[in-house]
């Protein structure tokens, strides 16, 4: 049975650096779309990063510059280093993978519903 498993999160001061890991299992995922998303409180979940199979990257906004995401095939895990974290950075992050290797549209990382298969979460709280 598929699955991903993330660690890594933790409490850390504004500033700080953390990296989270999403170790996957059960599929071939060296051919798919590895992602983060993050959910605040009260908040929906939001997308974070996402890398596909060739290492291309994307990004939102808000992170950019600051978070790095990366994957080991030979590992099947992927990483998000988080540098200069900021408070508005606290929620769960969420690990996800889709079977697609690379999406048509730049858009489509961005989407919840393109991505079938997610991890249990990892808490990040920064505090200021």
């Known amino acids: 049975q598929a699955q991903l498993v993330e660690s890594g999160g933790g409490l850390v001061q504004a500033g700080d650096s953390l990296r989270l890991s999403c170790a996957a299992s059960g599929r071939t995922f060296s051919r798919e779309v590895m992602a983060w998303f993050r959910q605040a409180p009260g908040k929906e979940r939001e997308f974070v990063a996402a890398?596909?199979?060739?290492?291309?990257?994307y990004y939102t906004d808000s992170v950019k510059g600051r978070f790095t995401i990366s994957r080991d095939n030979a590992k099947s895990t992927a990483y998000l280093q988080m540098n200069s974290l900021k408070p508005e950075d606290t929620a769960v992050y969420y690990c996800?993978?889709?079977?697609?290797?690379?999406?048509?549209?730049?858009?489509?990382?961005?989407?919840?519903?393109?991505?079938?298969?997610w991890g249990q979460g990892t808490q990040v709280t920064v505090s200021s």
């Open positions: 890398i596909n199979w060739s290492g291309s990257t």
């Open positions: 996800a993978a889709s079977r697609t290797s690379a999406f048509p549209y730049s858009g489509n990382y961005y989407l919840k519903n393109e991505y079938d298969l």
